[in-house]
């Protein structure tokens, strides 16, 4: 409780969704910053690094970072789960579940990254999207 995860710069849909996650399931109080990744040897103890080369929640195999920690934190909630498969195949592009919802949900974030240059203020916007979608029970 109460870390902050940190990712890399200009945040899209792997790390938006798994911010979301993280607020919502897992450490409702994280914070977030933003590093290259060639910085991501000076974290110091209380930081938690996702999404990124070497970072404690990353890709594994052929799961996206927001499968892993869903997986590392045991969440089974069934629309987190829709989610899940919306942001696997958006992410590594391998159409794994084959789910439509995907392209208006990726126009969207993409508007949301275009018009938007703070990688904070991007991040939160995407972190609504996925509370909408949540509670839209997809």
């Known amino acids: 409780r109460k870390k ?6 200009r945040p899209f849909i792997d790390r938006m ?13 994280a914070k977030f910053r933003f590093i290259d ?12 690094a996702f999404d990124m080369q070497g970072g404690e929640f990353t890709h594994h195999g ?4 927001f499968e892993v920690i869903m997986r590392s ?8 789960r829709k ?9 590594l592009k391998d159409d794994k579940y084959g789910n439509a919802a995907g392209t ?5 974030l993409t508007g949301i990254r ?16 996925f509370e909408m979608m949540y509670q839209s029970r997809i």
């Open 4 to 9: 902050v995860w940190v990712t890399r710069h």
């Open 17 to 29: 969704a798994s911010a979301w996650l993280v607020r919502r399931f897992v450490d409702i109080e």
């Open 37 to 48: 990744e060639k910085d991501l040897v000076k974290l110091t103890s209380g930081e938690v």
């Open 62 to 65: 052929d799961l996206c970072t």
């Open 73 to 80: 934190f045991g969440i089974k909630d069934k629309a987190v």
């Open 83 to 91: 989610i899940a498969e919306i942001v696997h195949d958006l992410d």
């Open 104 to 108: 208006g949900i990726e126009e969207v």
């Open 114 to 129: 275009k018009t938007v240059k703070d990688d904070a203020d991007m991040l939160e916007k995407g972190i609504a999207v």
